[in-house]
């Protein structure tokens, strides 16, 4: 049995839990709306309080579903009451971030400054000039978005320049060395 899948989800109070047909899954909460569509072979019962998901056999695919499925229910609940977030950090000389509206404006060492948009229902918040937040109800579009301001200018090993997550160790290089 898979050990995760087999945890119930615990749902906390004002918030609820909508399974349609096809495992159309809505959940809402005091944050917002998340709609999702689970793999359909999965069983998903809402008990009272706790949302349990089974499979209907022992299927090597019904197997890697069980554990995903509980998994995104789980990571639904938790966007929709405390959100997620990612911190990022720009290092390097002349390298900072300004934010317009919902346009974030890196300058991080191009000819030219780049321009990212907000995609819908994520929010980037600046710290000063050098750290970003990202924050969201969905954890896979915070992450993505997140992955894609770093992949603009990701860190340097030599000098450690660029755009890593605050929690990311860069492994840094011993330059070059003069001649004898």
Known sequence: MSRIGKMPIAIPAGV????????????KGPKGTLERVLPS?????????????????ELKKMKSLHGLTRTLL????????????????INGVGYRAAKAGKELTLTIGYSHPVVMTD??????????????TIKGIDKEKVGQYAAEIRAKRPPEPYKGKGIKYA???IRRKVGKTGKK
């Not at 789980?74 to 950090?89: C, F, H, I």
Request: charged fraction near 25%.
């Open 16 to 27: 609820t839990v909508d399974i349609a047909e096809n495992n159309k899954v809505t959940v």
């Open 41 to 57: 072979e999965m069983v998903i019962k809402l008990e009272g309080a706790e949302v349990t998901v089974s499979r209907p056999n």
């Open 74 to 89: 789980a990571n639904m609940v938790t966007g929709v009451t405390d959100g997620y977030q990612k911190n990022l950090e």
């Open 119 to 132: 995609p819908e229902g994520i929010e980037s918040v600046l710290d000063g000039q050098n750290k970003i």
């Open 167 to 169: 929690d990311e160790v």
